[in-house]
């Protein structure tokens, strides 16, 4: 009788396809991980989540959803081994006059602070955009810039 040991499959750069997306308010899932010519199933890998900054910090605790530059690493397990690493971007959105809606306001004496409405109906956070406010056409005021 012969034995043999059938060794797992070590995953490649080829493997991993992290691409960059356009953010749109929701977690990255443009990961797509194959190898031998099929996707793999995700209980085949494990997935780490980094902000791309030196030092490497520790693991975020799931898929990014902000705008910025990540560092995903795929683990094989099961039938494949090895880790792969790969950069990738969400990119941020442009805003557009078309995009948002501020509703006007009657004098109160205090700043306006919002709400910024997206074309979606979804509330802009503050840390999201910013603003500069400008006079209308007022004979009796300057523009702020």
């Known amino acids: 009788m012969v034995s043999f040991?059938?060794?797992?499959y070590v995953l490649t750069e080829e493997a991993v396809s992290a691409?960059?997306?356009q953010y749109d308010g929701g977690a990255y899932d443009?990961?797509?991980?194959?190898?031998l010519?099929?996707?793999?199933a995700t209980t085949d890998y494990s997935v780490s989540y980094y902000i791309d900054e030196e030092p490497l910090g520790a693991a975020l605790e799931s898929a990014p959803v902000a705008a910025g530059?990540?560092?995903?690493?795929?683990?094989g397990e099961g039938n494949y081994t090895g880790t792969i690493s790969q950069k990738f971007a969400i990119n941020y959105l442009s805003l557009t006059e078309e995009m948002v809606s501020v509703e006007d306001k009657q004098y109160d004496g205090k700043a306006y602070v919002g709400p910024i409405v997206a074309e979606d109906g979804t509330a802009l956070s503050l840390s999201?955009?910013?603003v500069a406010?400008?006079?209308n056409e007022?004979?009796?005021?300057e523009a702020l810039s």
Do not use: H, Q
């Open 138 to 141: 007022n004979p009796l005021g």
């Open 37 to 40: 010519g099929e996707v793999l």
């Open 19 to 21: 691409e960059n997306k």
């Open 5 to 8: 040991t059938i060794l797992p």
């Open 69 to 75: 530059n990540y560092i995903v690493a795929v683990s």
């Open 128 to 130: 999201d955009y910013e």
């Open 30 to 35: 443009n990961l797509s991980v194959a190898a």
């Open 133 to 135: 406010f400008y006079w």
